[in-house]
C-alpha cells in the first residue's frame, strides 16, 4: 500500500495527470492512481475527465 500525500498543490497534480495521459492511461485508471496516492478527496473523477480533455486538445 502506497503513503498518502495530504494537501498537494493542485498544480502537482495536474502534472500527474498531464504524465499519465502523455503514457495514453485512460481517464478512469488516471483517476484511479490519482486518488491511490492522494486520497479521493484531492480531485473528482470529473475533474480528471476535463483535464485529459484539455490536455489532448492541446
Known amino acids: 500500500m502506497f503513503k498518502t500525500i495530504s494537501s498537494p498543490a493542485d498544480c502537482e497534480i495536474r502534472a500527474v495527470i498531464k504524465f ?25 473523477d470529473g475533474m480528471v475527465r476535463k483535464w485529459v480533455r484539455m490536455f489532448n486538445a492541446g
Not at 20 to 44: F, H, M, P
Request: charge should be negative; hydrophobic fraction near 30%.
Open 20 to 44: 499519465l495521459n502523455t503514457r495514453n492511461d485512460k481517464a478512469a485508471e488516471i483517476y484511479r492512481q490519482v486518488t491511490e496516492v492522494y486520497g479521493e478527496q484531492a480531485i473528482s
